[in-house]
């Protein structure tokens, strides 16, 4: 059939000179729903949606520079800031004609995402949060040493680095607080600590995550947004999260009482064990449309 890919298909794009991957499923008529990634994974972690979403929707999932399959270039060639990757993001979407969209958000997916939705709010029919922030309360006391970091970079990075960058943190950015360790494949955190040991990662990865420090002051603004807009959302958070506190759903719920809230028994990426839960709450909340009343689910 014309324009039919259910099957995953893998592409490279140009986007101001730079290669840019992307991962996509689903017919071209579908609705599209763009899938924005998070630190330090790449469109990699969509694959579960990819493969159970693509008989309805039009799903495409893109690497931001400095990540996955797309181009690396160096921080003196490149500048690694939220603000640049929303504009690669933005003309990436421009670029395979992208004019209207659902955003799924996850971790830096949230900065970058709504950066687009406030440049282009006409092109955004609905917004999906999985454990991204918009609320300062939503940085859990992990954020210590990351926030003296951006404080005083000078006295903190190796600090920074040792944090963010080792092994047993990549672990526990998947794991977190989850007691079932069993149900977690040891490659999602050792493929992604292989791919930060790649040259010039942990100085790419670092610059970007000093600039992290832009999403912070933001929130506020990204607040007034939702509050003044009443978007469609759904927002869906794995309780055991190190990173992002449990509190943050509820703080989207003040911004947009009608969301849809659901806590899963799941971590920071709640792909890596709920996929199937996820796939059903975003097929049911894309499909439908005005919902009376907001719903919360928690873990039994």
């Given at each position: 059939?014309?324009?039919?890919?259910?099957?995953?298909?893998?592409?490279?794009?140009?986007?101001?000179?730079?290669?840019?991957?992307?991962?996509?499923?689903?017919?071209?008529?579908?609705p599209t729903l763009l899938l924005l990634h998070g630190l330090p994974s790449s469109s990699r972690m969509y694959e579960p949606l990819l493969q159970r979403l693509a008989d309805?929707?039009?799903?495409?999932?893109?690497?931001?520079?400095?990540?996955?399959?797309?181009?690396?270039?160096?921080?003196?060639?490149?500048?690694y800031t939220f603000d640049h990757l929303a504009e690669i993001m933005t003309a990436f979407a421009d670029e395979l004609g992208l004019s209207r969209y659902s955003l799924f958000?996850?971790?830096?997916?949230?900065?970058?995402?709504?950066?687009?939705?406030?440049?282009?709010?006409?092109?955004?029919?609905?917004?999906?949060?999985?454990?991204?922030?918009?609320?300062?309360?939503?940085?859990?006391?992990?954020?210590?040493?990351?926030?003296?970091?951006?404080?005083?970079?000078?006295?903190?990075?190796?600090?920074?680095?040792?944090?963010?960058?080792?092994?047993?943190?990549?672990?526990?950015?998947?794991?977190?607080?989850?007691?079932?360790?069993?149900?977690?494949?040891?490659?999602?955190?050792?493929?992604?600590?292989?791919?930060?040991?790649?040259?010039?990662?942990?100085?790419?990865?670092?610059?970007?995550?000093?600039?992290?420090r832009s999403n912070v002051a933001a929130y506020p603004f990204w607040q007034e947004w939702l509050r003044r807009n009443q978007p469609r959302l759904l927002v869906i958070w794995?309780?055991?999260?190190?990173?992002?506190?449990?509190?943050?759903?509820?703080?989207?719920?003040?911004?947009?009482?009608?969301?849809?809230?659901?806590?899963?028994?799941?971590?920071?990426?709640?792909?890596?064990?709920?996929?199937?839960?996820?796939?059903?709450?975003?097929?049911?909340?894309?499909?439908?449309?005005?919902?009376?009343?907001?719903?919360?689910?928690?873990?039994?």
């Amino acid at each position: 059939m014309i324009g039919m890919t259910l099957s995953t298909t893998y592409n490279t794009i140009e986007i101001n000179d730079l290669p840019i991957f992307y991962r996509e499923a689903g017919r071209r008529d579908s609705p599209t729903l763009l899938l924005l990634h998070g630190l330090p994974s790449s469109s990699r972690m969509y694959e579960p949606l990819l493969q159970r979403l693509a008989d309805r929707y039009r799903l495409i999932a893109p690497d931001y520079p400095g990540f996955g399959h797309s181009a690396c270039p160096s921080p003196s060639e490149f500048a690694y800031t939220f603000d640049h990757l929303a504009e690669i993001m933005t003309a990436f979407a421009d670029e395979l004609g992208l004019s209207r969209y659902s955003l799924f958000m996850q971790d830096y997916g949230g900065p970058v995402g709504f950066r687009m939705v406030m440049a282009h709010p006409d092109r955004t029919d609905a917004l999906i949060i999985q454990n991204a922030v918009a609320h300062e309360t939503g940085l859990s006391h992990l954020w210590g040493p990351r926030r003296a970091f951006w404080a005083d970079r000078a006295a903190h990075e190796v600090e920074l680095r040792r944090n963010l960058f080792s092994l047993e943190a990549t672990r526990r950015r998947h794991v977190g607080s989850d007691p079932r360790i069993e149900r977690y494949d040891p490659d999602l955190w050792t493929d992604e600590f292989a791919f930060l040991g790649r040259p010039g990662q942990e100085n790419i990865q670092t610059e970007l995550f000093y600039d992290y420090r832009s999403n912070v002051a933001a929130y506020p603004f990204w607040q007034e947004w939702l509050r003044r807009n009443q978007p469609r959302l759904l927002v869906i958070w794995g309780r055991h999260d190190p990173s992002f506190d449990l509190s943050e759903p509820e703080s989207y719920r003040r911004d947009v009482p009608e969301a849809d809230i659901h806590i899963l028994d799941a971590g920071h990426f709640a792909l890596d064990t709920a996929a199937d839960e996820v796939a059903a709450l975003v097929r049911s909340f894309l499909g439908t449309v005005g919902a009376s009343a907001p719903q919360v689910t928690y873990p039994q």
